[in-house]
């Protein structure tokens, strides 16, 4: 009993020591990255002993005192109670998201099977759109406590766009939910595994490549970064709704856009590239298409698991973050415009196509 | 006095608060909010009576969606400026809230008997037996639903066209 509940303990502290951190280096990447893509040094100012490690003192140790540091500001006007409590909505959501998300396979230790989420639940992908769909409530609330026209505008394009680009992601997951057949993400993770043909991989991103394009769209817009950063807006609405925000609030925000981007990440990588499947890694080692086994032990095979799904969701973290400083700001028609009208009926297309193709596999028994 | 029923009181207890936080400030932003915290904690009662799909879907629509649009419109309009509460409507509220009242009482004298209930079964409100029961037993109200749905979208897109 004690032992059961250490190892959730465990886990938990993991996930939210992962996500937290990675968060935090996801800032460094940002700015360090953002320079070099244009062409200047970037955050070099602080340095310890004359060590600067690359801009890595500024971002992970000067940055984060001079927010704890700085005035914690609530504007007279505003609404005291629901200006403190906003950054705690926004960063929530991101936080108890990844909970749903497996990161590895079974590890077995003695008698022991240790399921390597944290928790399984059979309507994951329904409790991540339930909680997503709660961290709008973190920008409305705080754009209007704030009492600032500037972040009042910033809160309500923010709400508009955030429930327009839910439901196309819904929509899009549809179609890999009935191409799996499943709504818990370690079964999904799971059937991955298979092979088609005998060599190419089950992936998400083989069998439903419209619906990864959907979901990766949406899930951009989602965490509120530019080509979809309209409620922030620096250009016309100042920093939109988080105008009124100093100091340590200021950093729950932030801190709660990385996480957002560390979760997406991960359930890009659990839905369309194999979660933590390393292609022809089987539960006793490599089994390779060409013929031949590699035999590994079974911790060998769990770290090289839980080594696959991490390098994906790096990378997938690294792409939204060259995407940011890639792309131009869209006008707020243009984004309305590709939310309704283009991704929401290809979306559609996309399930009826689903459907179709899963019927005809049906009647015809062949694979995939 | 078990743990569930401890669990109970307590959830009980949040959202019938932040239900009377709902109707008593007058401030409507915070209404809007106490009534999404009140489909909350109504989200984690369900949670507590094996219906986890239930409590999901509250929160996606009623907390993630429905208030999400309320917020939407109080911000828009911004009616700062209430209008006082008028005596009429302030008393047939009242006589209503009464015989509410008298009705919930009747239930505390209604007791079945809850050993004679059988426990849930194991898939009990999970996505397969609620997408059962809907496209099988229920097949024609869920059909209505969705009508009623379609007719109120192009309601809607009709009353936004009249306008430009």
């Not at chain 1, 925000?245 to 560390?262: N, P, Q, R, T």
């Not at chain 1, 090289?304 to 973290?317: D, H, P, R, S």
């Not at chain 2, 059962?132 to 639903?145: H, R, V």
């Amino acid at each position: 009993m004690i032992i059961d509940l250490g190892i959730i303990a465990a886990k938990v502290f993991l996930v939210l020591f992962m996500v937290l951190n990675l968060a935090g280096l996801l800032g460094w990447i940002e700015r360090k990255g953002s320079a070099l893509i244009q062409d200047r040094i970037g955050a070099n100012r602080a340095s310890v002993l004359g060590f600067a490690g690359l801009g890595l003192v500024n971002t992970l140790l000067a940055d984060p005192i001079k927010f704890l540091t700085k005035e914690d500001f609530i504007p007279p006007q505003g609404d005291r109670l629901l200006h403190t409590l906003a950054p705690c909505l926004a960063l929530f959501p991101a936080l108890v998201t990844f909970a749903v998300i497996p990161f590895g396979d079974v590890l077995v230790v003695g008698e022991r099977q240790i399921n390597l989420q944290v928790a399984n639940l059979n309507i994951g992908i329904l409790y991540i759109f339930g909680m997503a769909s709660l961290s709008v409530y973190g920008i409305v609330v705080g754009a209007w406590a704030s009492n600032n026209k500037f972040s009042l505008l910033g809160g309500v394009r923010g709400a508009a766009q955030m429930i327009s680009y839910e439901i196309a992601m819904g929509l899009s997951v549809i179609g890999v939910i009935m191409a799996y057949g499943t709504l818990e993400l370690q079964q999904i993770a799971r059937a991955q595994g298979e092979l088609f043909w005998g060599w190419l991989p089950a992936w998400g991103f083989f069998l439903q490549p419209v619906a990864f394009l959907l979901f990766f769209t949406a899930a951009v817009a989602e965490t509120k970064r530019t080509p979809f950063d309209l409620p922030e807006g620096e250009s016309e609405l100042v920093a939109g709704y988080h105008v009124e925000y100093s100091g340590g609030k200021f950093l729950m925000f932030f801190v709660g856009e990385f996480a957002e981007i560390v979760t997406a990440a991960g359930l890009i990588t659990t839905l369309f590239f194999g979660g933590w499947q390393l292609p022809y890694l089987m539960r006793d080692g490599f089994h390779f298409p060409w013929g031949g086994a590699l035999l590994l032990p079974h911790l060998a095979v769990v770290v090289l698991q839980v080594g696959a799904f991490t390098i994906k969701v790096l990378f997938f973290c690294w792409l939204q973050i060259l995407l940011r400083w890639s792309l131009p700001r869209f006008r707020y028609d243009q984004l309305m415009r590709l939310g309704w009208k283009m991704m929401l009926p290809v979306a559609l297309v996309n399930v009826v196509v689903t459907a179709v193709w899963i019927v005809l596999r049906q009647q015809l028994s062949v694979k995939p | 006095m078990s743990g569930d029923m401890i669990l109970f009181f307590i959830l009980a207890s949040l959202s019938v608060i932040f239900s009377l936080l709902v109707i008593f400030p007058r401030n409507v932003v915070h209404s809007a909010m106490a009534l999404a915290a009140t489909l909350f904690f109504v989200a984690v009662l369900f949670l507590t009576l094996d219906a986890p799909m239930l409590a999901i879907l509250q929160v996606l629509v009623y907390a993630g969606a429905i208030m999400i649009l309320f917020l939407f419109v109080i911000m828009l309009l911004n009616p700062a400026a209430l209008e006082g509460r008028r005596i009429a409507w302030w008393t047939l509220g009242s006589l209503a809230a009464v015989a509410l009242l008298l009705e919930l009482v009747s239930l505390f004298f209604y007791r079945p008997s809850p050993s004679g209930q059988p426990p849930v079964a194991a898939a009990f409100g999970g996505p397969e037996t609620l997408a059962q029961s809907l496209f099988t037993d229920f097949a024609l109200p869920f059909e209505i639903a969705s009508v009623l749905l379609l007719v109120a979208i192009i309601g809607a897109v009709a009353l936004a066209k009249r306008e430009g």
